[in-house]
């Protein structure tokens, strides 16, 4: 059973905020980090080394606390996960090789839009006239993104990227719903650890092909990227687990900013206005579904009492 969530107004609920807004910060730097080791050492061994080295160290802190091994039904949410989040991965590194960072994290701001369409689908849930408008609203910020693509030159390389994010998107979408059920049955550690031994799995399949020690600069970076990936992940589970995801997804639009400064500092990644504006307006759809959501939630409660 689940446990109590804190009313949004009492001091309880701003601790899970804060760390919901510190793991989405460390996700942005890790990104940033992955983009500079895909582009050093290839995209599958930056993400093959990634989950090794995230692996080996969950492993240790799985051990030196004692983390109970999970049940059989826990272990299938664990696989699920893992499998979802390596081929959302696969397709969001793809893209960011060919995309600066601010523009890859505006156009997956569709996937909390989809995530609707998805609990309607797996949940049964029924979708509003004005959760409606806000996903067209969504659709138009992609659009106007794409516009600032194709405006001047048709960059096929870049709108492939797009079409990445964009697929990426969608499992991200199904992955707020594994991330918020995973959340209430494992702790920090659990989940992380797990995420990252499925991910292994998946990514040790080329290994024989495909695999090559990482060396000079690029072991760092490998090292830096697990172990932001990896406490970025506590951090959400840990911050899921204990307040409603519709009070936590907004903060996933903090990254934008992050990875406009960062996209900046690391590879000189300019900021368009067309991006600007397009995340603007996938973010006001994003919000307006939240906010309906709420109000059909109270509208029950009220209901019921």
């Given at each position: 059973m689940d446990s109590p969530l804190p009313d949004s107004h009492s001091p309880s609920a701003l601790l899970p905020f804060l760390v919901c807004c510190l793991g989405v910060a460390l996700f942005s730097v890790?990104?940033?980090?992955?983009?500079?080791?895909?582009?050093s050492i290839g995209l599958y061994n930056a993400?093959?080394?990634?989950?090794?080295?995230?692996?080996?160290?969950?492993l240790v802190l799985m051990l030196a606390t004692r983390q109970p091994w999970p049940t059989r039904a826990v272990l299938r949410l664990h696989l699920l996960r893992g499998v979802v989040v390596a081929l959302m991965a696969s397709l969001f590194f793809w893209a960011i090789m060919r995309l600066p960072l601010a523009e890859a994290i505006a156009l997956s701001f569709i996937a909390p839009l989809i995530a609707l369409y998805l609990a309607a689908l797996l949940l049964k849930e029924r979708i509003?006239?004005?959760?409606?408008?806000?996903?067209?609203?969504?659709?138009?910020?992609?659009?106007?993104?794409?516009?600032?693509?194709?405006?001047?030159?048709?960059?096929?390389?870049?709108?492939?990227?797009?079409?990445a994010v964009l697929l990426s998107a969608?499992?991200?979408?199904?992955?707020?719903?594994?991330?918020?059920?995973?959340?209430?049955?494992?702790?920090?550690?659990?989940?992380?650890?797990?995420?990252?031994?499925?991910m292994l799995g998946v990514f040790a399949l080329g290994a024989p092909t495909w695999a090559i020690l990482p060396t000079g600069s690029a072991f760092p970076l490998v090292v830096l990227a697990a172990v932001l990936?990896?406490?970025?992940?506590?951090?959400?589970?840990?911050?899921?687990?204990?307040?409603?995801a519709q009070r936590l997804i907004p903060v996933e639009y903090t990254a934008f900013v992050w990875a406009a400064i960062f996209g900046w500092l690391a590879f000189g990644e300019p900021l368009t206005p067309t991006t600007i504006l397009g995340a603007l307006l996938i973010v006001a759809?994003?919000?307006?579904a939240a906010r309906t959501k709420r109000a059909e939630i109270a509208h029950v409660e009220v209901g019921v009492a």
């Open positions: 890790m990104d940033a980090a992955m983009k500079g080791l895909s582009l993400l093959f080394w990634r989950a090794s080295t995230g692996s080996l160290l969950g509003g006239r004005r959760a409606i408008g806000a996903s067209l609203l969504g659709l138009v910020g992609v659009g106007v993104i794409l516009s600032g693509r194709m405006r001047g030159g048709y960059d096929l390389n870049a709108l492939m990227g797009a079409g969608m499992l991200f979408a199904w992955n707020l719903i594994l991330q918020r059920q995973q959340a209430q049955l494992a702790s920090p550690i659990e989940v992380a650890f797990f995420q990252h031994l499925v990936a990896f406490t970025s992940l506590a951090a959400l589970a840990w911050a899921y687990a204990r307040a409603e759809g994003c919000l307006i």
